[in-house]
């Protein structure tokens, strides 16, 4: 093969690659972005009032540690929302927003068999739900399918729904969890909307 068909070659694969990639960086999906961070930076600023009004245990407060209740959240099966990492080629776009929305729903599963014992949590899974709805519109404007390897988690948390204390400490980690987890959806969402492939 001779330079000038390599070269073409070349040209024709670095195209292709710049028009698959270019949906992630359009400005459609950086507005979608940042309204998504936009919804998670409401969540932050009502975590706490929702905390007030469904925790009643003393010494549960947001910014307690909750790892002296580690031993309870693995014997109730408390299930810890997917880990989000800075992107990179391991830690794809792709994986990132799986990752968010497999979090978003696992969050909103917990508030809804929560919601069934504990009034003040509704909010908090109506911009879950707002938020799903948000990441999807993301893989579809970026063109993304999500990482099949990423189930939901599965919640069985009706046997501990019946003891008052253990029902307050499953919304305390929630809600702990959740906080930390729109900690990093937000760093997330601010590297996506500036993300060039």
Same mark, same amino acid.
């Given at each position: 093969?001779?330079?000038?068909?390599?070269?073409?070659?070349?040209?024709?694969?670095?195209?292709?690659?710049?028009?698959?990639?270019?949906?992630?960086?359009?400005?459609?999906?950086?507005?979608?972005?940042? #309204?998504?961070?936009?919804?998670?930076?409401?969540?932050?600023?009502?975590?706490?009032?929702?905390?007030?009004?469904?925790?009643?245990?003393?010494?549960?407060?947001?910014?307690?540690?909750?790892?002296?209740?580690?031993?309870?959240?693995?014997?109730?099966?408390?299930?810890?929302?997917?880990?989000?990492?800075?992107?990179?080629?391991?830690?794809?776009?792709? #994986?990132?927003?799986?990752?968010?929305?497999?979090?978003?729903?696992?969050?909103?599963?917990?508030?809804?068999?929560?919601?069934?014992?504990l009034s003040g949590l509704e909010d908090?899974?109506?911009?879950?739900?707002?938020?799903?709805?948000?990441?999807?519109?993301?893989?579809?404007?970026?063109?993304?399918?999500?990482?099949?390897?990423?189930?939901?988690?599965?919640?069985?948390?009706?046997?501990?729904?019946?003891?008052?204390?253990?029902?307050?400490?499953?919304?305390?980690?929630?809600?702990?969890?959740?906080?930390?987890?729109?900690?990093?959806?937000?760093?997330?969402?601010r590297a996506l909307a500036t993300y060039?492939?």
């Amino acid at each position: 093969m001779d330079t000038t068909t390599v070269v073409a070659l070349l040209h024709c694969f670095l195209f292709a690659s710049l028009v698959q990639s270019a949906p992630i960086s359009s400005p459609a999906f950086k507005e979608a972005a940042n #309204r998504a961070k936009t919804l998670v930076e409401k969540l932050l600023k009502d975590i706490p009032a929702a905390h007030s009004a469904a925790v009643s245990t003393e010494g549960f407060t947001l910014s307690g540690q909750i790892s002296n209740l580690q031993l309870m959240v693995t014997s109730m099966g408390i299930p810890a929302a997917p880990v989000l990492k800075p992107l990179s080629d391991r830690f794809t776009p792709d #994986r990132c927003l799986s990752h968010m929305s497999a979090g978003s729903q696992l969050f909103q599963d917990l508030l809804g068999v929560l919601s069934s014992k504990l009034s003040g949590l509704e909010d908090l899974r109506a911009d879950l739900r707002d938020l799903l709805t948000l990441i999807n519109k993301l893989k579809e404007l970026g063109e993304l399918g999500g990482d099949a390897s990423d189930q939901s988690a599965t919640l069985d948390l009706a046997p501990h729904l019946h003891d008052s204390y253990k029902v307050q400490v499953i919304v305390h980690v929630t809600l702990t969890q959740l906080r930390s987890f729109c900690h990093d959806l937000t760093r997330s969402l601010r590297a996506l909307a500036t993300y060039r492939p």
